[in-house]
């Protein structure tokens, strides 16, 4: 069984920058991604990467956000750059079903807990 526990969300002011990471157990060798979701609003997978390497990211943050992964360490991590108060949520690690990856939500079958990013202008 898979678990995934994030960490690194907070409060910053706008053109802040922000690291999360999430470290994993079980079988995590397919896609993994960060996905969001703010009040009110739909989730939005904001990056994710794939058993190669291969990175997918949002329209939305792009040039902003990074992923990456630390295979060795199972850990998975999201920088954030120049953050803007819309990218205020709570932020979600996740697994994908096996054999793909992308940037659409119902692909991602485990989820994590969670950690709240919050901006300020």
């Known amino acids: 069984e898979v678990q995934l526990v994030e960490s690194g969300g907070g409060s910053v002011q706008a053109g802040g920058s922000l690291r999360l990471s999430c470290v994993a157990s079980?079988?995590?060798?397919?896609?993994m991604g960060w996905i969001r979701q703010a009040p009110g609003k739909e989730r939005e997978v904001v990056a994710s990467?794939?058993?190669?390497?291969?990175?997918y990211v949002a329209a939305s943050v792009k040039g902003r956000f990074t992923v990456s992964k630390d295979n060795a360490a199972n850990t998975l991590y999201l920088e954030m750059i120049n953050l803007q108060p819309d990218d205020t949520a709570t932020y979600y690690c996740?697994?994908?079903?096996?054999?793909?990856?992308?940037?659409?939500?119902?692909?991602?079958?485990?989820w994590g807990q969670g950690t709240q990013v919050t901006v300020s202008s």
């Open positions: 079980g079988d995590t060798t397919g896609c």
């Open positions: 996740a697994v994908a079903r096996p054999w793909v990856c992308g940037l659409i939500v119902h692909i991602f079958e485990t």
């Open positions: 990467i794939d058993r190669n390497g291969n990175t």
